[in-house]
């Protein structure tokens, strides 16, 4: 033991753990000082605790009595609970945020390891079959899918926790609607009422068992009402002796007097709690009683704003003289009845009636009168007989009965005549009263509902922002695609990036590229704001082009197959290198270009060097026309599989090049 701390004084239990009451949810916490024996945490469980490891303490969903003496045995008194629901909120909103940013964290790491991937493999790009580099590729794309998945799911798991962080603030903010607190008042008053019902019967139970001499008839009958631990069917079988019975039941009620006592003092602090609370918030008086019925006067013919629409009130509904409910014209959507019932407590704002309004509402809401008239198959009845009917709380002994042209509105009395049928009523020892005269004018219900409620605006929701996440999971629908393309050797970006700057495209330029491919050049040139023609041999990849949505026309054939058109200003291309098939592919394109329009090509490096009669002739050819040529690093193709040697070449377009 420290010096600061001082021992228990003679008599007096220390009590090392912290217990708290918080009236605002209704819950107890224990807050322990070291970590407990088993039998006292099985305790705790068994009461309903439940621990939370972020808030080091027990936490018990309700107060219950048995929940208090638990903590008082363990912690010597209960305090208040120092912290506030909204301080509460704050703090796990805090803990959710800090959640979120580490895994939006983890998120960008992913995402950064298959951006890393994606440098020599591109989302998109075709995988080669039967070329060297297809097991490596598949394995990358493997690699890529599952990083693109993981971040993915980061990113949903930073976003979930982010939703859940502002959730905590919200339904803080809820809880202290007056709403929301006046609906948890009415809950609060059920449930006393529940007790003062349950405390009165044990009292009147046990003034029964009380009695002395107390005989066996007696102790059955009363055992017989009495359904506190069932003493009927060992009275009757001789089980228990009457003051068995008596002691058992007397100790029974007792506790359960007891009990009530402390639910019914809970609840009452609670509505103390509850209803100054109310009161603050509507900014009345903290001794203000119904609170929330105190905010207007209320009065038939009156408008109420509930859930954006302005009605008017039918019928202001009480209890023990209170507002509780108002009854309104039907809400926009309600077709098949002609008022509605709201709850006090949906009420926004209020606007009293003019006299006019209310002369309206008394006659909409006007009964027709009760009349009394015979007719054949009428059931004739005294006053006396229709007094002393037996009642079905079910059947409705008088009923409305609609205008015709022989007679107005008007209601009679009715009698059940067996089958769901019913039998109109004459009283003969009561003056006759014949239904009212017909009528041809609206109803003044009618004329009451001829308005519809008047509309405020309606909030407009814009669409969510979209997020890499979002951006990702497109991605990875398309995914790496596995397509057959013999001789295809990608673009590598740095290289797309300068040929497109030799070509000099501007926008407005119309620009092809031949055996597009994955469109590397294509893209960059309708990024410049060109207008792109592409030709690709492979369906499959001509339909990716297509798909992408950036240029003009993609056509899904052999490039070389295609007659000659001089229409395009700028030409950029890659073509396939085997067996001198670029030279053909070049050439071809050279006759595609206008005048003034400018060719940059990739090639094989041996097209500057063989020998052969068609490398010799389409070299003295290019050469007569100025062509620029500049050889490529070595190893510029290597992420794609090859190690050729590649040149680039420029030429310019004076006239007809074919």
């Known amino acids: ?55 080091e303490l027990f936490v018990a969903p309700a107060w219950t009595p048995a929940r208090e003496d638990l903590l008082l045995e363990l912690c010597g008194d209960i305090g208040d609970e120092d912290t506030t629901l909204a301080e509460r909120a704050e703090q796990r909103a805090d803990r959710f945020e800090g959640y979120s940013d580490r895994r939006a964290s983890e998120a960008r790491q992913a995402k950064a390891a298959v951006d890393s991937i994606m440098e020599h493999i591109p989302l998109g790009q075709p995988i080669l079959v039967g070329h060297h580099s297809e097991r490596r590729a598949r394995k990358d794309a493997e690699r890529i899918e599952g990083g693109m998945r993981r971040a993915v799911k980061l990113w949903d798991t930073a976003d979930y926790w982010t939703q859940r962080a502002a959730g905590a603030i919200r339904a803080a903010k809820y809880k202290e609607l007056p709403a929301v607190r006046h609906r948890r008042i009415k809950t609060i008053e059920a449930d006393m009422r529940r007790e003062q019902r349950r405390k009165m019967e044990a009292e009147q139970h046990l003034q029964l068992w009380s009695q002395d001499g107390l005989t066996q008839e007696q102790a059955l009958a009363i055992a017989n009402a009495d359904v506190v631990w069932g003493a009927w069917s060992k009275l009757r079988d001789g089980a228990i002796t009457v003051e068995e019975a008596a002691a058992r039941q007397i100790a029974a009620h007792t506790r359960r007097i007891a009990d009530s006592s402390r639910w019914i003092t809970h609840c009452e602090n609670r509505l103390a709690y509850e209803r100054a609370m109310l009161a603050e918030a509507l900014g009345l008086d903290a001794t203000t009683e119904n609170a929330m019925a105190s905010r207007w006067d209320l009065e038939p013919g009156g408008r109420v704003l509930i859930a954006g629409e302005w009605l008017v009130i039918l019928r202001v509904n009480k ?15 309600v077709t098949w009845t002609s008022k509605w019932k709201h709850g006090i407590e949906q009420i926004k704002d209020y606007e009293p009636p003019t006299k006019a309004d209310s002369d309206k509402v008394k006659a909409a809401t006007k009964l027709p009168p009760l009349c009394n008239y015979p007719g054949e198959g009428f059931q004739d009845m005294t006053q006396a007989e229709w007094n002393g009917r037996r009642q079905w709380s079910d059947f409705s002994y008088v009923k409305k009965v609609a205008a015709t042209d022989m007679a107005g509105a008007h209601r009679v009395r009715q009698m059940p005549a067996g089958g769901w049928k019913a039998v109109q009523v004459y009283i003969t020892d009561m003056a006759r009263k014949d239904p009212p005269a017909p009528t041809t004018k609206p109803s003044a219900a009618a004329e009451a509902f001829a308005a519809r409620p008047v509309e405020l605006p309606r909030t407009v929701h814009t669409p969510r922002a979209r997020t890499e996440a979002d951006e990702l999971r497109d991605a990875l629908k398309a995914g790496v695609r596995v397509v057959s393309v013999p001789n295809l050797y990608v673009t590598p970006d740095w290289l797309a990036d300068e040929l497109i700057g030799d070509a000099m495209i501007q926008p407005g330029h119309l620009v092809l590229e031949p055996q597009a491919g994955t469109g590397a050049l294509a893209r960059r040139a309708a990024e410049r704001g060109a207008v792109v023609d592409c030709v ?20 899904a054939a052999d490039f070389l197959s295609l007659e000659v058109t001089p229409d395009y200003d700028r030409i950029v291309m890659n073509p396939p290198f085997y067996h001198g098939i670029d030279i053909d592919h070049v050439r071809h ?3 595609f270009l206008r005048p003034g329009g400018c060719l940059v090509a990739i090639m094989a490096a041996g097209v500057k060097f063989h020998t052969t009669a068609k490398a010799r002739t389409f070299r003295e050819r290019l050469e007569a026309l100025g062509a620029e040529w500049s050889d490529l690093p070595e190893g510029t193709f290597a992420s794609a599989g090859t190690g050729v040697r590649t040149v680039a070449v420029r030429v310019w377009s004076d006239g007809d090049l074919r």
């Open 319 to 333: 209890a023990d003289g209170i507002a509780s409910s108002v009854t309104t014209s039907p809400p926009r959507g």
């Open 589 to 591: 394109a050279l006759g």
């Open 1 to 55: 033991m420290s010096d600061t701390e001082l021992p228990p004084e003679d008599g007096e239990q220390a009590f090392p753990h912290r217990a708290t009451y918080s009236p605002e949810d209704n819950k107890l916490r224990m807050h322990p000082a070291f970590r407990l024996d088993k039998e006292t945490y099985q305790r705790l469980r068994d009461a309903g605790f439940a621990w939370a490891p972020r808030q």
């Open 536 to 555: 690709e041999v492979n369906s499959a990849l001509a339909a990716q082009l297509s798909g992408a949505g950036l240029y003009r026309r993609v056509t």
